[in-house]
């Protein structure tokens, strides 16, 4: 397999790794996830990776709270989720290194972006955990804020859903899928592709978007390949 981008941000939804618990961590989901995550290293790319933290803990819906604190709490919850996925890549033979945006010295590097380009180019899976490390930002923020540091190609969002459509797949059994969206249809037509501070990012700076289903993990494989697994969003 010859890959179509050499340096990939992934995005892993938090909510994807917990299997059908619908919570938590289901280790088989995990393991599949990774093994094509390391096909795609041994193939060449470069991948780094941001994960949501929405299987343990969402700070939106976190009721009275405040909302840094349970923001922060979020944050945590993506920590979790990263040291799962480096310890089931390190099991598979891949080298991995976690930097969080907030300090954890006793378990994760910090982030430095020179220290996780340096990673990339030696073949080194690089996890970033801990969102941008400010409240009130998601972690699909964080996907591009990363993916623009460290010059990615693209940024892979592997989700629950298959791509973009025009409505709720699951509420309107006529929507319609796109093969390919602007940043601007995103944001004028309010399609729930990511938030609109992600979006904006990534249209100002011209980084693509593939959205995909990680129900079937080789979807990772196949969209590193260049195949037609979802819906490119670009500028």
Not at 3 to 9: A, D, G, I, Q, T
Not at 139 to 163: C, H, N, P, Q, Y
Request: aromatic letters at 6%.
């Amino acid at each position: 397999m010859q890959p179509k981008y050499k340096r990939v941000l992934l995005k892993l939804s938090g909510e994807a790794l917990s299997g059908d618990q619908g919570h938590g961590l289901d280790f088989d989901t995990v393991n599949r996830v990774c093994k094509s995550i390391k096909e795609c290293v041994d193939a060449g790319a470069q991948i780094a990776i941001v994960v949501g933290g929405g299987n343990f803990w969402r700070g939106r819906s976190s009721g009275q709270m405040d909302r840094t604190r349970a923001d922060h709490m979020g944050m945590l919850a993506t920590t979790i989720n990263s040291l799962a996925l480096a310890d089931s890549l390190e099991q598979l033979g891949c080298e991995v290194r976690v930097q969080t945006a907030i300090a954890m010295h006793e378990i994760a590097e910090p982030y430095i972006r020179n220290r996780a380009v340096r990673h990339l180019e030696k073949g080194r899976v690089v996890i970033f955990g801990c969102g941008t490390g400010n409240p009130f930002f998601s972690t699909d923020t964080a996907s591009a804020l990363r993916a623009l540091e460290i010059e990615a190609d693209i940024i892979f969002k592997a989700s629950m859903v298959d791509g973009v459509y025009d409505s709720d797949p699951k509420k309107n059994p006529n929507a319609v899928k796109y093969d390919t969206l602007s940043f601007m249809e995103v944001l004028n037509r309010d399609l729930k592709v990511m938030d609109s501070t992600a979006a904006s990012l990534c249209n100002d700076n011209n980084l693509p978007i593939l959205v995909f289903n990680l129900e079937n993990p080789e979807n990772i494989v196949r969209a590193i390949a260049g195949d037609n697994v979802g819906t490119v969003v670009h500028s």
